[in-house]
């Protein structure tokens, strides 16, 4: 290529990315932006502390275990089951990208991760430990004294520091460079025709209205069942449980749409299987709108171009019980 011409072509490229970059401004979903500050060694103890089944009554149930980083950080159960194979009241939302949530859980009963991370530790449906017991659980073990002391520089163990650590990992699990977000971020090839005709039918139809920004979705509270009641025998409420008013009965925080292809099932109590059946619910309940089957099925690849990167990292090694460690109480 001559100069001229590579000048040429360098200013053609410069252009494109200025209209693609400005055609992206107008999209009501952004790209998932990659994890910009980290403290390293405290998100590394987090993650070790997120692996960590000691944490629970039996020994056996860890975060990952309802909250799987090799199934799109959920459990892909109805319901999750916890301590004693008991039988959870809600879905397991994913962990991915919970970071750029408003708040946490459906019903956004904690402000954020922080906050979020000591509740199933304590929660006897769930982990069915206390914090009293979880700590002094990591105080009997020399390698996690020892992680404690280099990550926060005294020889406290307490609960705030194990949730601190906790929530510094999750922050680590967003999964930008979906194809979506290629095709935001300037790359017309990255969709097929398919995914973009179901873009513009999420777009035309009003599902952006409440899934939209970086997570597509987990931004507001927002009602099921808008034009037609949502039926079910979950006795869950929703935001009701949070705030005691009455209009909150059946508001639950928009779940994020990110990663959608692997978090199945669907909605907080898990009773759509697949996505053709919870864009059918979506689109008739919260939109008063019938898809046909190919309006469902282009939708349906748009939602699965959302599978973003996901986090990927060594499986910590986690140090070793010492002769005072608890003993795990599996069947108690
Ligand atoms: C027994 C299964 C189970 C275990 C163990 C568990 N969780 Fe959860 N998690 C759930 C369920 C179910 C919910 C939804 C509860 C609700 O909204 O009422 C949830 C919600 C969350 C959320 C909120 C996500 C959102 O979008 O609102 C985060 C974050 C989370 N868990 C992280 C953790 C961490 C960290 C641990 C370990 C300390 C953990 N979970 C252990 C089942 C579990
Ligand atoms: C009025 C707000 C609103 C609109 C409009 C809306 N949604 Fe939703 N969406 C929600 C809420 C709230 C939930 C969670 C409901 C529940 O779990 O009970 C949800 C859940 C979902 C889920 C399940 C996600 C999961 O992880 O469980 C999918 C998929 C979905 N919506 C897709 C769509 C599509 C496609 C459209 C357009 C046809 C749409 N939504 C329109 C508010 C809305």
């Not at 509270?221 to 869950?236: A, D, H, I, R, S």
């Not at 994020?256 to 979506?282: C, K, S, W």
Request: proline share 7%; charged share 20%.
């Amino acid at each position: 290529m001559s100069i001229k011409r590579r000048l040429l072509y360098a200013a053609t490229a410069l252009s494109v990315g200025a209209i693609s970059s400005l055609s992206q401004a107008n999209e009501p979903i952004q790209p998932i932006e990659p994890v910009k500050e980290v403290n390293v060694a405290l998100a590394e103890l987090g993650k070790k502390l997120y692996f960590d089944p000691r944490l629970s009554k039996s020994g056996f149930i860890s975060c990952n275990s309802c909250h799987n980083l090799s199934m799109g950080g959920t459990d892909n159960l109805k319901t999750s089951i916890g301590h004693n194979w008991q039988q959870g009241p809600i879905n397991s939302p994913t962990v991915l990208n919970s970071s750029l949530n408003l708040a946490q859980f459906w019903d956004g009963r904690a402000a954020d991760l922080k906050e979020q991370a000591g509740g199933p530790i304590a929660n006897p449906g769930e982990m069915a430990f206390t914090h009293t017991l979880a700590v002094d659980l990591l105080k009997s073990i020399p390698g996690y004294v020892h992680e404690f002391r280099l990550t926060f520089g005294n020889d406290e163990i307490n609960i705030d520091q194990v949730t601190d650590a906790i929530a510094e990992f999750e922050k680590t699990l967003v999964t930008p460079d979906s194809p979506f977000d290629q095709w935001l971020l300037g790359d017309e090839d990255a969709l097929t025709a398919d995914e973009l005709a179901g873009y513009k039918l999420f777009k035309d139809s009003g599902c952006v209205a409440c899934h939209n920004g970086e997570a597509v979705g987990g931004s507001s509270f927002q009602k099921m069942g808008v034009v037609e009641p949502y039926q079910t025998n979950n006795e869950v409420e929703g935001r009701v449980a949070v705030t005691g008013v009455d209009a909150d009965r059946f508001m639950f925080k928009v779940p994020t749409l990110r990663n959608v292809e692997l978090t199945y099932p669907y909605f907080h109590d898990g009773e759509a299987q697949t996505l053709t059946e919870a864009v059918d619910i979506m689109g008739r309940l919260q939109l008063g709108r019938q898809f046909t089957d190919g309006e469902n099925a282009q939708i349906v690849a748009f939602l699965k171009s959302l599978t973003g990167q996901q986090p990927s990292f060594q499986l910590p090694i986690l140090p070793p019980s010492s002769e005072n460690t608890p003993p795990p109480q599996p069947f108690e």
